[in-house]
């Protein structure tokens, strides 16, 4: 890293991230719910056509064989509403994928608040946030609170797995058929032999999936996630969690507390390409910031921009040797 270069810039508090991120996630698992049940955006399965603000969004086909439109307008149709929202939502998702990474995984993303919430919900049961994992994490946080563990929690574990992958089933469903109906069919036990087919079978298999896959799920099976890391990965200088390596030493008397904090189990201090499902989340800096709020050069992680993501993406050991005497002083982060 080059001496000219402007010191860490102050992160704001991430405290405050981390509660207007769960206001984000919150809110955007609620739309997810309800977006079919109020028309907001799903596919008529009995109409063949898509239904957006409780409006028709049709191609004009129908229209066209049936010579209520002209072969022009139907052109505009498919140009307006078919090839121009698809071009500019992948336009959209590439340009903030390519310079903030997987940002919608952390942040939006319906599947990764349930991972975290069971995260956090078997780590009470077992001391871990996964079943693979070997060792136990330290019970005491970094906010100075203690989570024990009590294998009563798998009461709760089970339940919410379930019962996620019940909800995620029939919110699918409410997205391809009307969702009155399956609705009023699953409470007064009306539904048709295949829905209740898929009901059963894709309960168990997300219940599955939510128990002993989620993260390997997010991190090599997600379609979307994986477009974002690509895109990510492209840019030397999009955002990404920095480490201060000249200040290695200080980790000394922390428990791995980023490492522990991690929901996809990943190792926030290592460089750019060993953290290719990185989302952004943020939890790494807000543990990092915790253990070293009374130091006063401030915390050891921070999220980086520009030039300093350029260096942490192609770092090696000669920036290392580099940063070390180079040290750069950082601004302490002002908690809440």
């Not at 919430?117 to 009470?124: A, P």
């Not at 996964?130 to 339940?159: C, F, M, Y």
């Not at 260096?311 to 920036?319: G, I, M, W």
């Amino acid at each position: 890293m080059s001496r000219e270069q402007p010191p860490f810039a102050p992160q704001p508090s991430t405290v405050r991230v981390q509660r207007l991120r769960r206001v984000a996630q919150f809110g955007f698992f609620l739309f997810f719910v309800f977006a079919p049940l109020l028309d907001l955006f799903r596919f008529d399965m009995p109409s063949h056509h898509f239904l957006v603000l409780g409006m028709p969004w049709t191609l004009g086909i129908d229209d066209f064989m049936a010579h209520r439109i002209s072969g022009l307008q139907l052109a505009l149709n498919l140009l307006l509403r078919g090839v121009l929202p698809i071009v500019l939502g992948v336009a959209l998702v590439i340009f903030l994928s390519w310079r903030y990474g997987r940002i919608y995984c952390g942040w939006l993303c319906p599947h990764f608040s349930v991972v975290e919430t069971i995260n956090q919900t078997m780590r009470r049961a077992i001391g871990r946030q996964s079943v693979w994992e070997k060792q136990p994490q330290p019970a005491h946080n970094p906010d100075g609170t203690v989570t024990e563990r009590d294998a009563i929690w798998w009461l709760a574990v089970l339940p919410l797995a379930v019962g996620f992958a019940f909800l995620w089933v029939i919110s699918f469903m409410s997205y391809v058929w009307p969702p009155l109906p399956i609705w009023h069919g699953l409470f007064h036990g009306g539904l048709p032999r295949f829905q209740q087919i898929i009901l059963i079978v894709g309960t168990f298999l997300f219940s599955m999936e939510f128990l002993f896959a989620r993260h390997l799920f997010c991190r090599f099976a997600c379609a979307a996630g994986l477009f974002q890391s690509l895109a990510w990965m492209g840019n030397r200088k999009a955002m990404v969690v920095g480490f201060e390596r000249g200040r290695a030493h200080e980790c000394a008397g922390c428990e791995s507390e980023c490492d522990n904090a991690c929901p996809m189990r990943l190792k926030p201090r290592n460089v750019k390409r060993m953290m290719f499902s990185c989302v952004q989340c943020g939890q790494c800096l807000n543990a990092c910031a915790h253990v070293h709020k009374d130091n006063p050069d401030g915390s050891l992680l921070h999220w980086v921009h520009e030039d300093r993501a350029g260096d942490e993406a192609s770092f090696n050991t000669r920036t290392a040797k580099q940063g070390e005497r180079n040290r750069i002083p950082v601004s302490p982060v002002q908690e809440d």
